[in-house]
């Protein structure tokens, strides 16, 4: 109350002040309590040196004496669990838009690539553009990016076995348009995600992290994981024959390295071949040229023969 003021002194005792300058002093006693948890045997707390307790990571305040059953209910703060998995989806959908965009490109057979007697005659900034225009459309349809990108869809929508959760059932739905380039991702009602996490949390994780001996038994991290290292890390995958990876025995040997090869071999055997036809029309044109000369000299010694 106001006008009195309490200093805790060194033996544990509590010195009152009050305003008329009266004195007293009282000891305080242990804390003793006794917590609950449904279905578990009672934790009794005594010997306390301050009026909290941390258990398992919960921190009990004790503010008052009472002989009451005090009911706590408390929930999971899921906010960093929550906006990992809205993150892991955005960046899931940035990828899907991405394949999406390279299939759905049409090719514009308008745009070649440039020579460099083209390119002598052009800006940078429309080089620049010309050669993207070329680039676009060169994996429209590719069949190696349409298998991942339905293969992620698959690893996404498939029902865990034995598991009744589902994307959709914790605020994680497909979007409708399945033509254009957002095909394959996904819409976040995150407070339905919350709501899930704080209710039931081990099934929503279950969806992502469940580990299995097979593919049914498998979260979508796990089968998304177990699909990425199998294009993209072993040396028998297809994308790495067909393109290869920077580190690996298939850096320079892959189908497109050895397409390479071959065109530029043919390129060094035309050019060869355009050297020697082309000397040889040189030298033909030499011997036109003599053989014209020659002609005009007999030419002119008739004209003036016949003159004279």
């Not at 009451?68 to 929550?82: A, L, M, P, Q």
């Not at 991702?185 to 407070?191: A, L, Q, R, V």
């Not at 709501?195 to 001996?213: C, Q, R, T």
């Not at 067909?242 to 530029?264: C, Q, V």
Request: aromatic share 6%.
């Amino acid at each position: 109350e106001a006008g009195i003021s309490i200093l805790e002194k060194e033996d544990g005792k509590f010195s009152f002040t009050y305003e008329k300058g009266i004195k007293d002093e009282a000891k305080g006693t242990d804390c003793e309590a006794i917590i609950t948890k449904a279905g578990c045997e009672p934790y009794v707390i005594t010997g306390l040196d301050s009026n909290s307790k941390t258990i398992d990571g919960i921190t009990f305040k004790f503010n008052n004496v009472t002989d009451e059953s005090v009911k706590i209910t408390g929930k999971t703060d899921v906010k960093n669990i929550k906006d990992n998995i809205v993150k892991f989806v955005e960046d899931y959908n940035k990828i899907m838009t991405k394949l999406n965009t390279l299939i759905n490109e049409k090719r514009d057979k308008d745009y070649m690539p440039l020579t460099d007697a083209q390119k002598e005659e052009m800006t940078e900034k429309q080089i620049e553009l010309w050669e993207k225009k070329v680039k676009e459309g060169q994996l429209s349809r590719d069949s190696d990016l349409t298998r991942i990108r339905n293969s992620m869809k698959s690893a996404m929508t498939s029902l865990v076995s034995g598991s009744s959760t589902t994307l959709a059932s914790i605020g994680i739905k497909s979007v409708s348009d399945y033509s254009g380039n957002k095909n394959g991702t996904f819409t976040i009602d995150e407070d339905a995600l919350t709501s899930a996490l704080e209710n039931n949390m081990e099934d929503v994780m279950k969806v992502f992290i469940s580990s299995g001996k097979t593919d049914s038994e498998k979260g979508a991290l796990q089968k998304l994981k177990t699909l990425f290292d199998t294009e993209t890390q072993s040396s028998t995958s297809t994308l790495l024959k067909k393109a290869g990876m920077e580190g690996s025995s298939t850096a320079s040997n892959n189908t497109l390295s050895n397409k390479i090869k071959k065109y530029e071999e043919k390129i060094s055997r035309m050019e060869t071949i355009f050297s020697t036809k082309q000397q040889a029309l040189y030298s033909k044109y030499a011997r036109l040229e003599t053989l014209m000369n020659n002609l005009n000299s007999q030419s002119s010694y008739i004209t003036s023969m016949f003159s004279s």
